[in-house]
């Protein structure tokens, strides 16, 4: 079973840069779709942030994040990154990495219900 945990997240200053990274086991990553998502403290469901898809290196960004997002993986190392610059205060949250098998060539999806596998999550709370 694919397992996914985050890193790097903290304590952030508004117009800082943050990085957040994604370690992945147990599975082949250069098959699965991954995802990062975020909870706001008062947030219900969680936010979509960007996504990566396996096949032509294809990439979505959430509107509230577009611009200031970038996702990237390395499947030689197995990790999943993002780096969100200019941080505001409602970047705060808890992030999530997520993950699901996909089929060569299936669009990504941006729906978190679609994701089968997901990280513990890292705090991040940008101060103003």
């Known amino acids: 079973q694919l397992q996914l945990v985050e890193s790097g997240g903290g304590l952030l200053q508004a117009g800082d840069s943050l990085r957040l990274s994604c370690a992945i086991s147990g599975g082949t990553i250069s098959t699965y779709n991954f995802g990062w998502f975020r909870q706001a403290p008062t947030g219900k469901e969680r936010e979509f942030l960007a996504a990566s898809n396996r096949s032509r290196g294809g990439v979505r960004y959430g509107d509230s994040v577009a611009g200031r997002c970038t996702i990237s993986r390395d499947n030689a190392k197995n990790t999943i990154d993002l780096l969100l610059t200019n941080l505001r205060p409602e970047d705060t949250g808890v992030y999530y990495c997520?993950?699901?098998?996909?089929?060569?060539?299936?669009?990504?999806?941006?729906?978190?219900?679609?994701?089968?596998?997901w990280g513990q999550g890292t705090q991040v709370t940008v101060s103003s």
């Open positions: 997520a993950a699901y098998w996909s089929a060569w060539g299936r669009p990504l999806t941006t729906t978190s219900q679609d994701y089968s596998s």
